[in-house]
């Protein structure tokens, strides 16, 4: 059963700090790579961070790498986006996605230099972040 679902988006003004939330099914989490990407209004979508639930390992987009973090639970399958210091420009659907078998999914992103949205099979809905300056 394929299951990505996001939860946490809102408005917030700038300078605050949101919480995204990712709810994957437990054979993807502890298998596959996990990203977050999101899609401006009129931009392409686009890798904000890929990450390996189970180890050390993440790639973040240069132009968040100084204000977001992950975390996850392991207990619950859940994988958390942390958003600092946003910005107007920070605004944007963002999706939770699962790639694929984690070591191979990290190499490849850490080799090509960015994160494809067609890279990454399985995708949540969606969550709708709003920045207001």
């Known amino acids: 059963h394929v299951q990505l679902v996001e939860s946490g988006g809102g408005s917030v003004q700038a300078g605050g700090s949101l919480r995204l939330s990712c709810k994957v099914s437990?054979?993807?989490?502890?298998?596959?790579?996990i990203a977050w990407f999101r899609q401006g209004p009129g931009k392409e979508r686009e890798g904000v961070v890929t990450?390996?639930?189970?180890?050390?390992?993440?790639y973040w987009a240069d132009s968040v790498k100084e204000r977001f973090a992950v975390s996850q639970d392991d207990a619950n399958n859940m994988v958390y986006l942390h958003m600092d210091n946003v910005k107007p420009e920070d605004t944007a659907v963002y999706y939770c996605a699962a790639g694929g078998e984690a070591t191979i999914c990290m190499s490849a992103v850490k080799a090509a230099g960015v994160m494809l949205p067609r890279a990454f099979a399985y995708w949540g809905q969606g969550t709708q972040v709003t920045v207001s300056s």
């Open positions: 990450m390996s639930t189970s180890g050390d390992s993440t």
């Open positions: 437990e054979w993807m989490y502890t298998k596959a790579c």
